[in-house]
């Protein structure tokens, strides 16, 4: 189930790279495939073929040339795109049947004529709305469209499978051994993915030795099989089918979301619970997430919705979207105020109650004053859409009041920032206000300079980022000093209110403060009247059960997990979407009556950090890297990270537009007047 999981996921990568690569064999004339005509000399066999004079023809394909590759980069009116490529690759098949390299290519343009493109497409990010709208013909054509992919792309499927197996036969592309079995399983649609795997790794060898274009068309076909599978007019789809409806009648139905089904609750919608969630998706099992909020936060890119980068839409995805299609899960808006281990019910804020068997709590974590919760009005921290919004209003309030600040030092104090905590958040946060206030702000006011603004970066400690390697923390230190942020180590801060803050005695003139020095975990240890560390965060077993309560889990930062290498485990999205995925694996083995998985062992894949335009740091083991190398890697890693492939491409395009231009393009004031 994980690798057909895993396989679905790459769909919408797939589908790019076939549309990129028709893009450029259209760009190129289809040449070392298919030997598309350049002139009036060179048709008329294809005039033949296609009962068309040959100028015509000419004429055609200089057209297609101009205007298929740039609609097939985008994604955007693929079907038209395609249906060129499918009447030439077809006509060119049937006028030269000693080559298959047109039967691909028009098995591949029958497929976006039928299905259009993937969800990595114009066409996909605005369907919705050109569909729902009162341009003519629009609403009509949605519903042909809809019904054209519904009723057609089976049977689209069926002839790709039947025309690989076709190819396979005809030209004898692989062993004698599996000459007849291959072919057969892929017509029949019967361990479809299974059969196709040999195939591409086949096909990946000597793609890496060739130099025509049909071993890639071939390798292209393959995967697309791989990923949307078999399709409805198979037998794989066919036994499913029957094995659903087997489960049904032992009482384990999947797929849907039934009460008298073993109940799961999950308490949180972060990397944990959603990853929680997810890995339930095939398991016999009702799932009830619980959430304050009804969208799933990316919390990394918080600092850069709070100093103007990006919006709040940008880094957030309503849970229930994200559950769509997997119905065996509910989603419930609330907050958890109390949990009976001895009824195993949990009790809402808004009075109601829920029932469980098994709880998986992922509550996550919130700020950590150190005994000074009293400085929380002065330097909110960030965590929430809330704080965030809260602080990008701060931040150009600040530049605004400066603007009409007639007393110089009143002034100064408007254009200081301070930052109070050097680990990743604060760094990434301290970088970002200096690039707004040196690149962002540029040229937009007229009494004062925003790129005299002073932001000041304070660790108490002897270095920034103390669980980086030490070569990174310099590294980190040298890039913020190059974006003119005053780092201080050393002492801690001694008092904070909203006329600035002590440090070392000395006392320094700031209206603008943020906090990113430390977080606790909710209170799930207090619910549960359980052990807890000195952050506050539920000390779990090693299959991350709370004590004493084995169908209790903890995860994410709720959870004090001393799995990595006799170490706790960090605080990062990676060990938080680990924990979740495991604890969905002990549940499955319950239920199933399987032995338990071994204890959780978290896997480091490694930590970044991004300092500003080009600076970043990351740790990859015993790799290391800094500058722009790692900045790109930090933009590609979160870039996957995001829930949703609208907020990947919304990200992705904002992030290199911003790039070229230094642009800002969110520095709006909200919630409330100046």
């Not at 103007?308 to 958890?336: C, E, H, K, Y």
């Not at 809330?386 to 408007?414: C, G, K, V």
């Amino acid at each position: 189930m994980r690798a057909i999981s895993i396989a679905n996921r790459a769909a919408p990568v797939v589908d790019l790279l076939i549309r990129l690569w028709l893009a450029q064999l259209t760009i190129t004339g289809f040449a070392g495939l298919v030997e598309w005509p350049a002139g009036l000399s060179q048709t008329p066999g294809l005039a033949e073929a296609i009962v068309m004079p040959p100028h015509h023809i000419a004429f055609m394909l200089t057209a297609a040339r101009l205007i298929i590759p740039p609609l097939l980069l985008i994604g955007f009116a693929t079907r038209l795109a395609a249906l060129p490529l499918l009447a030439l690759s077809a006509a060119a098949y049937s006028a030269n049947t000693g080559q298959d390299a047109p039967l691909l290519v028009a098995l591949l343009a029958n497929w976006y004529v039928v299905t259009g493109a993937g969800p990595l497409s114009l066409d996909h990010l605005i369907a919705g709305g050109i569909y729902d709208t009162a341009l003519p013909l629009a609403p009509a054509a949605g519903r042909f469209l809809t019904r054209l992919n519904r009723a057609a792309r089976p049977v689209v499927v069926l002839l790709i499978r039947c025309g690989i197996a076709f190819v396979l036969l005809r030209y004898g592309m692989i062993s004698a051994g599996a000459a007849v079995v291959l072919p057969a399983l892929l017509a029949l649609g019967l361990a479809t993915r299974l059969a196709v795997l040999p195939l591409l790794a086949t096909t990946g060898a000597a793609t890496m030795h060739a130099t025509s274009n049909q071993h890639l068309c071939w390798m292209l076909l393959l995967l697309l099989i791989l990923t949307i599978g078999p399709g409805a007019i198979s037998l794989d789809a066919f036994l499913a089918t029957k094995l659903r409806r087997r489960w049904t009648v032992l009482g384990m139905t999947f797929g849907i979301w039934d009460p008298e089904l073993p109940h799961v609750v999950i308490v949180g919608g972060g990397f944990a619970g959603v990853s929680a969630a997810r890995a339930l998706r095939n398991t016999p099992c009702a799932i009830t997430l619980i959430d304050q909020h009804n969208y799933h936060l990316f919390q990394p890119l918080l600092y850069q919705v709070a100093t103007a980068s990006l919006s709040p839409a940008d880094i957030a995805t309503p849970i229930r979207a994200l559950f769509r299609d997997q119905p065996n899960i509910r989603v419930m808006l609330g907050r958890v105020k109390a949990i009976d281990t001895e009824t195993n019910t949990i009790s809402l804020a808004a009075g109601t109650s829920l029932s469980y068997e098994t709880l998986i709590l992922a509550t996550g974590a919130r700020h950590a004053y150190f005994g000074h919760d009293d400085w929380e009005n002065a330097a909110p921290g960030l965590k929430t859409l809330d704080d965030a919004t809260s602080m990008r209003r701060r931040i150009l309030l600040a530049f605004e009041r400066a603007e009409t600040e007639p007393n110089a030092a009143a002034r100064q104090a408007l254009l200081t920032f301070c930052v109070i905590g050097g680990g990743p958040t604060g760094v990434e946060l301290a970088g970002a206000i200096a690039e707004l206030a040196h690149h962002g702000l540029t040229q937009e006011f007229r009494a004062v300079d925003p790129s005299q603004a002073r932001v000041l970066l304070i660790q108490a400690g002897d270095r920034l980022l103390p669980t980086f390697p030490q070569s990174l923390s310099q590294a980190a230190a040298r890039a913020l000093d190059a974006l003119g942020v005053e780092v201080r180590l050393g002492p801690a801060v001694e008092a904070v209110d909203a006329n600035g803050l002590t440090l070392a005695g000395e006392h320094i003139p700031c209206v603008t403060t943020f906090w990113a020095a430390g977080v606790a975990a909710s209170q799930a240890a207090a619910w549960l009247g359980a052990p807890c560390d000195r952050a506050g965060r539920l000390i779990v077993a090693a299959d991350l059960t709370a004590p004493g309560q084995p169908s209790i889990f903890a995860v994410g930062d709720t959870a004090s997990i001393n799995a990595w290498r006799g170490q706790l485990v960090p605080g990062l999205a990676p060990a938080a979407k680990q924990a979740g995925e495991y604890a969905a694996r002990v549940i499955r083995a319950r239920l199933a009556g399987r032995p338990a998985p071994p204890p959780f062992r978290y896997r480091h894949a490694g930590s970044l950090a991004t300092i500003g335009r080009r600076a970043a740091v990351a740790e990859f083991g015993r790799i290391r890297l800094s500058g722009a190398i790692a900045w790109w890697l930090w933009g590609a890693v979160h870039i996957l990270f995001l829930a949703g492939n609208r907020n990947r491409l919304v990200v992705g395009v904002q992030w290199f537009w911003a790039y070229l231009t230094f642009g800002r393009g969110t520095r709006l004031i909200t919630g409330g007047s100046a």
